[in-house]
């Protein structure tokens, strides 16, 4: 019963370097989304996918970058790390029509840029 | 833009007592989520409200919606020191291109003994 995982839980990049964090969800949920969430804040959308082969943008989306190509995986992208992207990301997943239900959280990936 | 804040941001209580965490929001919607974080932690689903009027409870928790105020409330009883944590509301946002949570900035809840 994995549910929706994410790698790597934590990392450190230095400023200009790249680096890919993965999300897999095994639920079959169409829906996936990439958030933010910066010490005391609430959660900010980056960027989400209604289906494989689509993606739009959130709210804070510039410096990052997905991709969809299989249902079950929804990558994020930092192509040139800055300080301002320290934060905890979480993946989320969910199958709108099957009664409304939640969205399902990942345990996070803990970012530091320095 | 939609805009979803709740009050209070901070929360002390002593463990026995009643309160109420409210989240309002700036669009018209008719779904709306809590959900709790523990430190260092993921989001834990609480209650799901689909339409003006809904109510849930789950122990000591109870949420409700009035989709015309575009309110909704959690209250709490009789606080145990296990329900300290983080709330967040979240309001959902159907558009053409999908679903999308926009998320309240939190209520940091300490019951204290």
């Known amino acids: 019963n994995a549910g929706v995982t994410q790698t790597p839980k934590f990392r450190i990049l230095k400023i200009g370097q790249s680096m890919t964090l993965q999300c897999a969800q095994d639920m079959n949920h169409n829906y996936m989304y990439w958030y933010r969430q910066d010490p005391g804040m609430g959660l900010k959308l980056i960027y989400y996918?209604?289906?494989?082969?689509?993606?739009d943008k959130g709210e804070v989306p510039n410096g990052y970058n997905v991709s969809r190509s299989t249902t079950e995986d929804f990558p994020l992208r930092l192509e040139l790390a800055a300080p301002s992207q320290t934060s905890v990301y979480f993946c989320a997943s969910s199958f709108p029509g099957q009664g409304n239900q939640p969205q399902h959280f990942g345990d996070g990936t803990r970012l530091s840029i320095l | 833009e939609l805009k979803v804040e709740q009050n209070p941001l901070f929360l002390s209580m002593q463990e026995g007592k009643n309160y109420t965490i409210y989240c309002n929001y700036s669009?018209?919607?008719?779904?709306l989520y809590w959900y709790r974080q523990d430190p260092g932690k993921s989001l834990e689903s609480l209650f799901v409200l689909l339409s003006n009027g809904a109510v849930k409870q789950e122990g000591r928790l109870m949420a409700s919606l009035d989709t015309k105020a575009r309110l909704s409330t959690l209250h709490i009883t009789a606080a145990v020191h296990d329900l300290s944590a983080t709330y967040f509301c979240a309001v959902d946002i159907r558009e053409t291109s999908g679903s999308r949570l926009t998320f309240g900035e939190g209520t940091q809840l300490t019951v204290n003994p």
């Open positions: 996918s209604v289906g494989a082969g689509i993606t």
């Open positions: 669009t018209t919607s008719d779904r």
